[in-house]
């Protein structure tokens, strides 16, 4: 049993092996092997998809979820730090899924934990789980995860969902296009780390310029949230507006992916694009949490 903090725990195998297993649940969703088992989710930050699929993998694999969805009802508003709470939720559960904003925060709770913990987004540091739902989406739809041309588009900079797939995509002989306004750059410690493993990138600022060119097209939202600088926020919201007209010419089985939620970024003229898979995107991570469940408790 091993927690899954950083996409970087997990090994390329190990990662593929996951998938695979996504896959099986994918065919037959009605498991009931971890019957018995607790699983707590605490959600320290707003979330639909990763709570809600998390959650319904965990009945559909026959547990039990307990935890929150919001912490403002916890003791951590009486001062309660992250972890003895993490320490006390240790002893009622089989397994920890965390969301917090602030980034470490994942790891700090994996090192007091005695039961396994996921990561569900820990601030704009990683969402690894999401990575491998992005990663078995992409598999799904190009058939393969080796060379492909990724243009990830929009909050670089904050986007921790881009993070983890930079780390874990290297392993496969990659192409990586960064889109983002100069404010919004992929942070050198990523560059710096594709460096390392000669991964292929390119920088851009306009969204036209490399959208014939992917294969994947990897949509993000301007995180408000992590700004510190409101004005900064006002400057660079609304730098990428995807609609329906600008596909066209663009590879025949490009994809739109995102990890949603979305709030302009991508018109809704786009939704019916034989490009758009974003929605069954969201629909994979629960077959994929099922998956990360059982390889961390040691059922597959
Ligand atoms: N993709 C994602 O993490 O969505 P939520 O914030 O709704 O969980």
């Not at 900064?232 to 663009?250: H, I, N, S």
Request: glycine share 6%; net charge negative; charged share 25%.
């Amino acid at each position: 049993m091993k927690s899954l903090v950083s996409i970087q725990d997990l090994s390329k195998e190990e990662m593929l092996h996951i998938l695979e297993v996504a896959r099986e649940f994918e065919q037959n969703r009605e498991q009931n092997f971890l019957a018995g088992k607790v699983i707590a989710c605490l959600f320290f930050e707003p979330s639909t998809r990763t709570r809600l699929s998390f959650e319904a993998a965990i009945n559909r694999l026959g547990a039990r979820v307990i935890g929150f969805p919001d912490a403002r009802n916890t003791s951590q508003s009486k001062g309660e730090t992250l972890e003895d709470t993490i320490k006390i939720i240790s002893n009622y559960s089989d397994m920890i899924v965390m969301r917090h904003p602030v980034a470490g925060a994942a790891a700090t709770a994996a090192s007091v934990a005695s039961v396994p913990v996921i990561n569900a987004g820990d601030g704009a540091n990683q969402h690894p789980t999401q990575t491998l739902l992005d990663m078995y989406s992409m598999l799904k739809t190009q058939g393969t995860l080796e060379n492909l041309t990724i243009n990830m588009v929009g909050d670089l900079r904050f986007g921790r969902t881009v993070h983890s797939l930079c780390e874990a995509m290297w392993q496969f002989n990659p192409n990586l296009i960064f889109t983002a306004p100069e404010e919004l750059e992929m942070p050198r410690k990523y560059t710096e780390f594709l460096d390392s493993k000669g991964v292929r990138y390119a920088k851009c600022t306009s969204l036209e310029e490399h959208i014939k060119d992917c294969d994947i097209l990897y949509m993000t939202r301007v995180q408000q949230e992590r700004f510190p600088d409101r004005e900064e926020y006002e400057r660079v919201k609304d730098c990428y507006r995807l609609t329906a007209p600008m596909l066209e010419g663009v590879k025949p089985g490009m994809k739109i992916l995102h990890p949603l939620p979305r709030v302009g970024e991508i018109t809704t003229d786009v939704d019916s694009s034989p490009h758009a898979y974003y929605f069954e995107q969201a629909g994979n991570g629960m077959y994929v949490r099922m998956a990360i469940i059982s390889c961390l408790l040691g059922y597959r």
